[in-house]
């Protein structure tokens, strides 16, 4: 059983930053893309933004410009880093790893809510 472990999450006024990190065990088969999901109140999961192993990235437009991910092979941690947040970012969001070979992994869940 691998564990992803997040961690990051909290409650944020509009405008604030966070950051999420998501951690898998030195013994998961090698990475290759890795990424952030979120489910909203009432809405479907949806990606927030992925990252290949080379370093590519991509985003939902919605976080376009506020939201950058990024990774550490040598930690198998990938980051969300959250820049001027709004309400309609709050959601659960979800770690999001897939090794090499096709398996596919996720974490258990970090809550961010962006409120005053």
């Known amino acids: 059983q691998v564990q992803l472990v997040e961690s990051g999450g909290g409650l944020v006024q509009p405008g604030g930053s966070l950051r999420l990190s998501c951690a898998a065990p030195g013994s998961i088969f090698r990475l290759s893309a890795m990424g952030w999901y979120r489910r909203a109140p009432g809405k479907e999961r949806e990606l927030a933004a992925s990252?290949?192993?080379?370093?590519?990235?991509d985003y939902a437009d919605s976080v376009k410009g506020r939201f950058t991910i990024s990774r550490d092979n040598a930690k198998n941690t990938v980051y969300l880093q959250m820049n001027s947040l709004k309400p309609e970012d709050t959601a659960v969001y979800y770690c999001?790893?897939?090794?090499?070979?096709?398996?596919?992994?996720w974490g258990q869940g970090t809550q961010v809510t962006v409120s005053s």
């Open positions: 999001n790893v897939q090794t090499i070979i096709g398996h596919t992994y």
């Open positions: 990252i290949s192993r080379g370093g590519n990235t």
